[in-house]
């Protein structure tokens, strides 16, 4: 479970489904409000689109920076959560190795040991898990407004009545064809009106890890 934890969120679309979700609805709005003026059949000649708003957030330049910025950030606690199941499945080993052959003395004390090792990293995990989804959320929400300004003008200029997202895992769309796409005319508009400036990534400063509660573990010795 660990495993599958750090690697979905060092994935590349590290994107909250309630954030996508909310990027959605006000997608959904803008392209409502994107019908052109009512005239007589104007519904009939309006056009349909779509657009994968995730792969759209994530595909900006300014969306690659922040999740670059952001991967920086956690890659500490990352490190700290590795080395510590490091030192559990270690644990393991040595009961393992020693069943038969340690004192129930030792063998209690190396248990002991395993389950407060196992309850911080829990606590880890869940604090891991609860800042990297609102730093996400943060990052979808900050650039999802923007999009939807830019999708607005967009529907407005070139016909559009409606546009679905496609992306969403409850997505209604079951056939889209690629003529009707706007995900990538949507990013290329969006990086021209909030261009990233040249050298605007700096490394950014770790996050603090929540500092965990002392125990009597001694440090690992170095082989």
Do not use: C, H
């Given at each position: 479970m660990n495993s599958r934890l750090?690697?979905?969120?060092?994935?590349?679309?590290?994107?909250?489904?309630?954030?996508?979700?909310?990027?959605?609805c006000m997608i959904s709005t803008?392209?409502?409000?994107?019908?052109?003026?009512?005239?007589?059949?104007?519904?009939?000649?309006?056009?349909?689109?779509?657009?994968?708003?995730?792969?759209?957030?994530?595909?900006t330049a300014e969306g690659k920076l922040a999740q670059a910025e952001l991967q920086s950030q956690l890659a500490p606690r990352q490190n700290e959560i590795e080395n510590l199941n490091k030192q559990i499945a270690d644990l393991q080993q040595r009961l393992q190795a020693g069943q038969n052959k340690l004192s129930q003395e030792?063998?209690?004390r190396l248990r002991q040991q395993g389950q407060r090792l196992a309850q911080r990293l829990d606590r880890m995990n869940t604090e891991y898990q609860e800042d990297a989804n609102t730093a996400l959320g943060d990052i979808t929400e900050r650039i999802g407004r923007k999009m939807v300004d830019v999708?607005?003008?967009?529907?407005?200029?070139?016909?559009?009545?409606?546009?679905?997202?496609?992306?969403?895992?409850?997505?209604?769309?079951?056939?889209?064809s690629t003529q009707i796409d706007v995900t990538q005319d949507i990013v290329r508009l969006y990086d021209q009106a909030y261009p990233v400036k040249a050298g605007a990534s700096t490394p950014?400063?770790?996050?603090?890890?929540?500092?965990?509660?002392?125990?009597?573990?001694?440090?690992p010795t170095k082989p």
């Open positions: 750090l690697t979905a969120l060092r994935s590349r679309n590290m994107l909250t489904r309630t954030a996508i979700l909310a990027v959605a803008a392209a409502a409000w994107a019908q052109a003026p009512a005239s007589p059949g104007s519904a009939a000649s309006g056009k349909v689109g779509v657009i994968a708003i995730r792969q759209a957030i994530g595909g030792e063998e209690g999708l607005d003008r967009y529907a407005r200029e070139n016909g559009f009545v409606v546009v679905l997202d496609t992306s969403g895992q409850n997505s209604p769309v079951l056939f889209a950014a400063k770790p996050a603090p890890a929540k500092p965990a509660p002392a125990t009597s573990q001694p440090p």
